[in-house]
């Protein structure tokens, strides 16, 4: 088996996210799309330099009833307890693996180097669909499936909001792989249990 691999395409950047698509050829094509956050090494920078400032502060109000020394290393300890909560929380990327015959496989990478993934196998997915979410201070697009004997919506990106012309390339890739699972359940006489 010759697995041919072809090079990224179709990127899309903005000031937060990057978007990727890929193509894995072998005996079916496996689309990778993934939205990775764009680091802004300055914001960063000027966070940590927040959080120290902070740290101090609260340390220095608390020096008053402790010992110096004490108070310094409290306040050490507590700066890199929470500089390093704060890093490894810290969402890297969101991939959507469409696989047209098995399914999506849904991963959430952090900065940590923790991978969360759920797989929704594709005689599970009813559709794709793109709606738009209004709270009482933003709005924004979210890319979710339709999946059979779920009382909720599957959110494709759990953690991350990218923009409009991010999400449709990948909706494409989903609806194209459950149109091709619907019509080759049609072609194998099995059509009537993917609407039951």
Same mark, same amino acid.
């Given at each position: ?7 990224? !395409? ?5 000031? $937060?996210?990057?978007? =990727?698509?890929?193509? !894995? ?13 764009? !680091?802004? $090494? ?6 940590? @330099? ?6 101090? @502060? ?18 050490? &300890?507590? @700066?890199? /307890? ?31 180097? $923790? ?13 794709? =669909? &793109? ?19 779920? !009382? ?12 409009? +012309?991010? /999400? ?21 006489? +099995? ?6």
């Amino acid at each position: 088996m010759d697995v041919h691999y072809q090079l990224p !395409r179709a990127a899309i950047s903005t000031k $937060k996210y990057s978007y =990727v698509c890929e193509d !894995r050829q072998g005996f079916q094509i496996i689309t990778r799309h993934h939205v990775v956050v764009r !680091r802004k $090494k300055m914001l960063e920078f000027l966070l940590w @330099c927040a959080v120290f400032g902070l740290m101090a @502060c609260i340390c220095t109000l608390l020096s008053s009833t402790v010992e110096q020394g004490a108070s310094f290393i409290g306040m050490c &300890i507590l @700066c890199i /307890l929470v500089a390093t909560a704060i890093h490894r929380n810290g969402i890297q990327q969101e991939s959507v693996v469409v696989m047209p015959t098995l399914g999506v496989q849904l991963e959430t990478y952090y900065r940590s180097g $923790k991978v969360f993934r759920r797989f929704v196998p594709m005689g599970n997915i009813l559709a794709a =669909v &793109i709606n738009e979410a209004v709270t009482p201070f933003t709005c924004y697009w979210y890319l979710a499936l339709i999946v059979r004997d779920e !009382r909720k919506l599957v959110l494709v990106f759990q953690e991350l909001r990218p923009p409009l +012309d991010m /999400l449709v390339p990948i909706w494409k890739s989903l609806c194209s792989a459950i149109a091709n699972k619907m019509l080759q359940q049609s072609n194998d006489g +099995d059509w009537s249990s993917s609407f039951a």
